[in-house]
């Protein structure tokens, strides 16, 4: 009996040393996760002083382009002044008030009902593209999605549930403001068999919204050309001149 | 002694799971309440996009600093400030040809039409196909981009009417010659990445040919420019 008993603790010792040697496993792994959350942790700290850092640099970005702009309302060259307002407006680069359109594209509510294909049934960066593309055919003068001012260089990537636009990443509702002729851009996208009978047949949720007024940003982002190379400005005016 | 060893294990055993809780609610406890691991990899392309992005930044406000340090020394300097600027957006908005390294595509059906590997039958190539294509040179960084010498720009339309694709109100046809600008191999490996865009296209029977270009020559928009709806909204 006696020596039943001491076997027995043996076994139980035996049993919590096993028990706690997985548990100390398990713990050292924590450990290591915890590295990577702090490694996480770093990132976004960096990312969010990064975003503080371009929010100043923007806003001294459109400072600037506004003082050149200003500049050439006192050029005594009228040529100057007026090509550079009307490059302006043209690149997406001053804030545009008029009338036209405003489209708001939600989520479909059947995601949930039809898990085979959830994804069928979010709005996607074709989606978006596909608006844009008819509001541009119905003579759009001007287009923002969300507030990205839409220019020739805007991109729109599908991120998970976000969308990227002019490397922003946009959450749901997707609104794209457009301003132009607001009959002929809701009756564009109104069309029998055209961009709103397709989205609503993944039940993507479309409401289009004529306005008297409504106002477009400029693009706040830099201008980039790395690549592109300067030709001479001199060859690049009397060609100008000519036309 | 019986009693001993009974009462020694039990307190060895209660010691232990005391430990083993302590620290279980430790690590439990540092779970909480900070950055879920997938969400790194996000970060990190976040922080990769922003660097690019304040470089771009930089580059262009000390570009901008110059021409107005310029434009403080005289009239004359002025004028040629405003004109450098002018010429400047004048690219960036489509209006002035461009031209600098980068890719030459050209989408068509696949020439063998029951080649092997097509899902369907081949079609033709609408307006959706090369609307993806523009979107994805422009997601790979391109500076300029053409569709059969017709220029991109912030309001150019890639739309089928009646039997033809318009862009920018004007006809194009097949096969589809597109040019970009910007960093030629970055762009051709985005495009042909396994399972990317020329992937997809190539399952639909379109075939597209990326060849990188020392020089790209991409022409003007040729339009006219009216604004008639919109006006803009001078800021105080």
Redesign the interface.
């Known amino acids: 009996?006696?020596f039943k008993?001491?076997y027995w603790?043996v076994v139980?010792?035996g049993l919590?040393?096993g028990?706690?040697l997985s548990?100390?496993f398990?713990?050292t792994r924590?450990v290591q996760?915890?590295k990577?959350?702090q490694?996480?942790?770093e990132?976004?700290d960096?990312?969010e002083q990064?975003?503080k850092?371009?929010e100043v640099?923007?806003a001294?970005?459109l400072r600037?382009?506004?003082?050149?702009e200003g500049?050439?309302n006192e050029?005594?060259?009228p040529q100057?002044k007026e090509?550079?307002?009307?490059?302006?407006?043209?690149?997406?680069?001053?804030?545009?008030?008029?009338?036209?359109v405003e489209v708001t594209l939600r989520d479909s509510n059947a995601s949930q009902k039809f898990i085979d294909n959830p994804n069928a049934y979010l709005v996607h960066?074709?989606d978006i593209?596909?608006v844009v593309?008819?509001l541009?055919?119905a003579g759009?003068?001007?287009?923002a999605i969300n507030g990205q001012?839409?220019?020739?260089?805007?991109?729109?990537?599908c991120n998970?549930p976000a969308i990227r636009i002019n490397?922003k990443?946009l959450a749901p509702p997707f609104v794209i403001t457009a301003?132009?002729?607001p009959e002929t851009m809701e009756s564009a996208l109104k069309m029998r068999g055209g961009v709103i009978d397709y989205l609503q047949f993944f039940g993507i949720q479309v409401s289009v919204k004529k306005l008297e007024q409504l106002?477009?940003p400029a693009y706040s982002?830099?201008?980039?050309?790395?690549?592109?190379?300067?030709?001479d400005?001199d060859t690049?005016?009397n060609a100008?001149n000519q036309s | 002694?019986?009693k001993r060893?009974?009462f020694?294990?039990i307190s060895?055993?209660a010691v232990?799971?005391g430990?083993?809780l302590g620290?279980?609610f430790r690590?439990t406890s540092?779970?909480n309440n900070?950055?879920?691991?997938d969400?790194?990899q996000?970060?990190?392309l976040?922080?990769k996009?922003?660097?690019e992005?304040?470089y771009?930044?930089?580059?262009?406000?000390s570009d901008?600093?110059a021409?107005?340090d310029q434009?403080g020394v005289g009239?004359r300097e002025?004028?040629q400030?405003?004109?450098?600027?002018?010429?400047?957006?004048?690219?960036?908005?489509?209006?002035?040809?461009?031209?600098?390294?980068?890719v030459e595509l050209v989408a068509q059906i696949h020439p063998e039409q029951d080649g092997p590997g097509t899902v369907q039958p081949p079609k033709d190539i609408t307006?959706?196909h090369l609307?993806?294509i523009v979107?994805e040179l422009?997601?790979a960084?391109?500076?300029?981009?053409a569709i059969n010498g017709q220029r991109?720009?912030?309001?150019?339309?890639?739309?089928l009417?009646g039997s033809h694709i318009?862009v920018n109100g004007t006809p194009i046809s097949p096969p589809y010659h597109i040019t970009a600008?910007?960093?030629a191999s970055a762009i051709k490996s985005r495009l042909e990445l396994k399972g990317g865009l020329v992937d997809i296209l190539n399952e639909y029977g379109i075939s597209v040919e990326t060849q990188e270009r020392n020089?790209v020559m991409i022409p003007a928009f040729a339009g006219e420019?009216n604004?008639?709806?919109?006006?803009?909204?001078k800021?105080n």
């Open positions: 009996m006696r008993s001491y603790s139980l010792v919590v040393l028990v706690m548990v100390q398990r713990i924590d996760h915890n990577a959350i490694r996480a942790q990132l976004a960096q990312v990064m975003k850092e371009h640099l923007q001294q970005l600037m382009r506004g003082q050149l500049l050439s050029s005594l060259s100057i090509e550079m307002e009307l490059a302006t407006i043209f690149a997406g680069l001053t804030k545009l008030t008029g009338s036209g960066d074709e593209l596909k593309n008819e541009k055919a759009a003068e001007a287009v001012r839409v220019i020739a260089a805007t991109e729109i990537s998970g490397k990443a301003i132009g002729s106002t477009i982002g830099s201008i980039k050309s790395d690549y592109i190379i300067e030709a400005i690049e005016f100008l | 002694m019986k060893i009974f020694l294990s060895f055993v232990l799971s430990v083993i620290y279980q690590a540092a779970g900070v950055v879920p691991l969400r790194e996000e970060l990190a976040e922080k996009s922003l660097v992005d304040l771009e930044m930089r580059v262009e406000i901008l600093s021409r107005l434009a009239q002025a004028e400030a405003l004109e450098r600027e002018l010429a400047r957006i004048r690219r960036f908005a489509g209006l002035a040809p461009v031209s600098g390294p980068g307006d959706e609307l993806k979107n422009n997601k960084g391109s500076e300029a981009i991109i720009t912030p309001i150019s339309e890639i739309r009417a318009n600008i910007g960093n020089e420019l604004f008639e709806y919109a006006k803009p909204l800021e």
